[in-house]
């Protein structure tokens, strides 16, 4: 299945793009998936929940929101991700 034009994946890119040090492998350690897993998440062949996309915001270290902005929750907070210490910032 093509989830290519799902909005959160466009905001997922973008977050993931700007973000400096990032890796799949990285990012699977940290989310507790695989490699190929991430891969197709941010490729779109497998679509985004609420549960991953939490692990991509922990990972990323940006509020779930950010990336579907139906998880706007009131004093929901991100934990520092130990892999990187850099707040994604609209520029």
Known sequence: MDNTTDPRLSNLIRIWNRTPNVS???AAIAMDITQ???SYFLNGKNPLNTDIVIKFAKYLNVFPYEIDPSLNWEGFVTPVNP???FKYEEQ
């Open 24 to 26: 799949q492998k990285k």
């Open 36 to 38: 190929p897993a991430v």
């Open 83 to 85: 892999f990187h210490q």
